[in-house]
């Protein structure tokens, strides 16, 4: 069975400064993709960043990028200039293709405060 | 465009009585999973419809929980009887591509439920 582990269940960070949340996970399966979920206080789910694990490159968006270590199943988000905006519970999820039900994976959560 | 939608937003009920929780996904969208996070632990998996019919419902509980979506559109889970261990937050998802979807799934903002 899949699993997702985030070992960080806190995390703080001054605003402007860049921060490193890890998630590892554990999966027999080939081919899969990966997420960063992020839950603002009071506000609902939204997709962060996503990774097929059959593309070498980390994949980016703006102030978000991903360490994707396929070998060590490990998928660390890193957000650099942080924002106060950017306080919120993270999860990281993985999704096998090998079932074809588009079921998530959640990892814990990491809960971020971004400081002024 | 709206988003995916749930209703109530928080109910607060006793041990033995039944609950419904409803929710609408995004339109269009063929893919629709409920998903929980029980106190502090990880979001799991519930079950996935595919228009109405049910493509997994590996994660149910047990019988006490009942899904559906009937016409394929906004989908209910009712809870009968609750138990204290129901406790907790109910997210709903939808995404747009058919069959085994690896697409995106946009979350609702989750029914927090609460049994005494």
């Known amino acids: 069975a899949q699993t997702v582990t985030q070992s960080q269940p806190e995390m703080s960070v001054q605003e402007a400064e860049t921060v490193t949340l890890s998630c590892t996970y554990d999966?027999?399966?080939?081919?899969?993709?990966l997420f960063w979920y992020k839950q603002p206080p009071s506000r609902q789910m939204i997709l962060v960043i996503r990774q097929e694990a059959y593309k070498q490159q980390n994949a980016t968006e703006n102030r978000f990028s991903v360490n994707f270590q396929k070998a060590a199943k490990s998928f660390s988000l890193k957000i650099s200039d942080s924002q106060l905006g950017d306080t919120a519970m993270y999860f990281c999820?993985?999704?096998?293709?090998?079932?074809?039900?588009?079921?998530?994976?959640f990892g814990q959560g990491t809960t971020l405060q971004v400081k002024p | 465009e709206a988003g995916v939608t749930q209703f109530p937003s928080h109910s607060v009920i006793e041990k033995g009585q039944t609950v419904t929780l409803r929710c609408d996904p995004i339109?269009?969208?063929?893919?629709l999973y409920w998903y929980r996070r029980v106190m502090g632990k990880e979001i799991k998996f519930l079950l996935h419809f595919v228009k109405e019919s049910k493509q997994d419902e590996s994660g149910m509980p047990n019988n006490r929980f009942l899904a559906e979506r009937t016409g394929g559109t906004y989908s209910t889970l009712k809870v009968q009887p609750a138990e204290l261990e129901d406790s907790g937050v109910y997210f709903c998802?939808?995404?747009?591509?058919?069959?085994?979807?690896?697409?995106?799934?946009?979350f609702g903002p989750g029914t927090r439920l609460t049994v005494l």
């Open positions: 999820a993985f999704m096998g293709i090998s079932s074809n039900t588009g079921k998530l994976i």
């Open positions: 339109s269009g969208h063929d893919n």
């Open positions: 998802a939808s995404s747009q591509a058919k069959g085994g979807s690896t697409d995106t799934q946009y």
């Open positions: 999966t027999s399966e080939n081919n899969y993709y």
